[in-house]
């Protein structure tokens, strides 16, 4: 479990808060989309959770350990194209794998021929980065965390750049591979359909802090959401559109 307690957040060169006072439990295997408008501190969350920020006020743990430093229990996402160039496929996937000691070499082999194929990488796994859509390029990302081992994964709009229809191809891949994996996933989104399609809870975040949160308790199909209190996912996105017209 991820207890986040009384987080704050200021950047220090323009001593803007973007984190105020946020708090907000993640249970084991849940999806949690967190949803808001540009400059919410979304984004900022993501590198708080993967201690890519120095933590300044409150506290982050997992199962009560301190996550106030990167670790390999976390693997992250990010909407640019994160990869090294000069790794090809093959050589990304197994790059995050070598880095964290935990695997010997056969099962790295293993593990990297395993995440190529759930992600339909397995046939580009000799190309570089600069030969792949931008497609391939996020499925190798994925790819390259879950073979890393990590117990959380932290997405922050890893979709955001790319075309629909090749979107809703990872979205579905996405959660394929959550319910697969038994990850724990934390997703940042401003798309309130993205939000609908992925999540198991919906949380909103507002001027820096946890707004309003909704739970997901049925999934009948990408088009379909059910959930207490709402009947069909047309009442669902009413709702979201309520938050963020609030805001």
């Known amino acids: 479990m991820i207890e986040i307690k009384n987080l704050r957040y200021t950047y220090e060169n323009s001593k803007e808060t973007v984190i105020r006072d946020l708090t907000l439990t993640v249970q084991d295997g849940e999806f949690v989309c967190v949803l808001g408008h540009s400059g919410c501190g979304k984004s900022t969350l993501i590198h708080l959770l993967a201690g890519l920020l120095p933590l300044q006020s409150g506290s982050i743990t997992r199962d009560g350990r301190n996550m106030n430093v990167p670790g390999m229990d976390r693997a992250v996402v990010f909407q640019q194209y994160s990869l ?6 093959r050589g990304n996937v197994l790059f995050a794998m070598k880095k964290s000691c935990r695997f010997g070499k056969e099962e790295m082999e293993r593990r990297a021929d395993l995440f190529l194929r759930k992600t339909g990488m397995e046939n580009a796994q000799d190309k570089y980065p600069y030969q792949l859509s931008g497609g391939m390029r996020q499925r190798t990302a994925i790819a390259r965390a879950l073979a890393s081992g990590a117990e959380v994964l932290l997405l922050d709009e890893p979709f955001g750049a790319l075309d629909p229809a090749i979107r809703a191809d990872l979205q579905k891949l996405l959660r394929k591979l959550w319910r ?17 399609a ?9 001027n820096g802090a946890i707004g309003r949160e ?16 709402y009947s069909d996912r047309r009442e669902l996105r009413a709702s979201l559109e309520e938050w963020f017209h609030e805001s």
């Open 84 to 89: 090294f160039p000069w790794q090809t496929v």
């Open 180 to 196: 697969d994996e038994k990850k724990t996933v934390i997703f940042v989104t401003h798309d309130l359909d993205e939000a609908l």
């Open 198 to 206: 992925m999540g198991t809870r919906i949380v909103f975040m507002r």
């Open 214 to 229: 909704m739970e997901i308790s049925e999934r009948i199909s990408e088009c379909c959401a059910g959930s207490k209190g």
